[in-house]
């Protein structure tokens, strides 16, 4: 997405928008604006890679059929095998790789979004980013 198209995205978004993100990290990761300021956020401090994978499995469960799924759940190996998850879930994935299931990354995305709801989103509200956004709906 363009700059220009986030900035407008961004601008449309309501007070009472921003301010639900702060109620749980389900309310912020629903809309589509939340999702983008909070990717922001983890980009600046080198974790968005959390929420790419939370997100790439999101769509993996949608996949349409057993063939999209297997290159699907590939491509989300190769890409975020190296993401914060213990050794046993990685160990799981890999030796399931081969004939990955609806549920094959379930383990590690429920890790992945426990670390982002402990540790990042809490960051997150207290971010210059999210108050300054908040500011800027406030101004609207």
């Not at 629903?30 to 956020?41: I, Q, T, Y």
């Not at 999101?58 to 998850?85: C, G, L, W």
Request: hydrophobic letters at 40%; aromatic letters at 12%; glycine letters at 2%.
């Amino acid at each position: 997405m363009s700059e220009r198209a986030m900035e407008l995205l961004l601008r449309r978004a309501a007070v009472g928008e921003a301010l639900s993100w702060s109620e749980s990290l389900d309310h912020l990761l629903e809309s589509k604006a939340g999702r983008l300021v909070f990717e922001d956020f983890l980009r600046s401090e080198y974790s968005e890679e959390n929420l790419l994978f939370w997100l790439a499995c999101e769509d993996y469960k949608r996949s349409p059929s057993p063939h999209k799924m297997a290159a699907t759940a590939h491509r989300i190996f190769a890409e975020f095998v190296q993401i914060n998850i213990d050794y046993l879930t990685r160990k799981s994935i890999r030796e399931n790789i081969s004939e990955p299931g609806l549920h094959s990354f379930d383990r590690a995305q429920k890790l992945i979004y426990a670390l982002m709801e402990n540790d990042c989103y809490p960051r997150f509200l207290k971010s210059d980013i999210y108050q300054a956004f908040l500011e800027h709906s406030k101004q609207q």
